[in-house]
C-alpha cells in the first residue's frame, strides 16, 4: 500500500542560506521551485537528495521552536553516508560545527551531528554491517 516516504519538509527562516548549506554544503540539487498562484511569490524549493528522495524547503519562517529530547514530534532528519569521517570533515571544512563527533551508536552505526541553518538537528549515519538496520532490510 505505501511505496515509501515521498520528501521532508522545513519552513526556513532565510532561504539562501538554507540552499547554500542543503546545496552547496550537502550536495543537494535544487530541481525547481512554485511559487503561490494567487501572487506568484516564490512558495517551496524542492531539492533532490539522491533518485526518489526529496526535501521541500518553504519560505516565510518567522517562529523558531526549540526543539529537545522531551519534545513530542520531529527529533531529527537522518541522512544515510559512505564514510562518517569523510562527511565529518567535509561539514567542518566548510564552516558547519559538529554538535556530535563521529562515534558508534547503540545499533553499531557509525555517526555524527549537525544543524541546519534553522536549528534542525540533522543525524549523519553510516551503517556498521552487523547493524539491525541491515538485518531487517527487505
Not at 543537494?28 to 501572487?39: A, G, N, Y
Not at 555517526?111 to 547493524?131: S, T, V
Request: charged content about 25%; glycine content about 8%; aromatic content about 12%.
Amino acid at each position: 500500500m505505501i511505496k515509501g516516504i515521498g520528501h521532508s519538509a522545513y519552513t526556513v527562516k532565510d532561504m539562501d542560506k538554507s540552499l547554500h548549506f542543503y546545496c552547496d554544503i550537502l550536495g543537494f540539487k535544487k530541481i525547481f521551485e512554485l511559487r503561490k498562484p494567487d501572487t506568484n511569490e516564490p512558495w517551496i524549493q524542492y531539492l533532490k537528495v539522491c533518485e526518489g528522495q526529496f526535501i521541500e524547503l518553504f519560505y516565510g519562517g518567522e517562529k523558531q521552536v526549540e526543539v529537545d529530547g522531551k519534545t513530542v514530534g520531529y527529533a531529527h532528519l537522518c541522512l544515510e553516508v559512505y564514510d562518517i569521517h569523510e562527511i565529518a570533515n567535509h561539514l567542518k571544512s566548510q564552516g558547519v560545527t559538529l554538535d556530535v563527533e563521529p562515534k558508534q551508536g547503540l545499533d553499531f552505526n557509525y555517526q555524527c551531528w549537525a544543524k541546519d541553518p534553522d536549528g534542525n538537528r540533522i543525524e549523519f549515519m553510516q551503517l556498521h554491517p552487523d547493524c539491525p538496520q541491515l538485518k531487517n532490510y527487505e
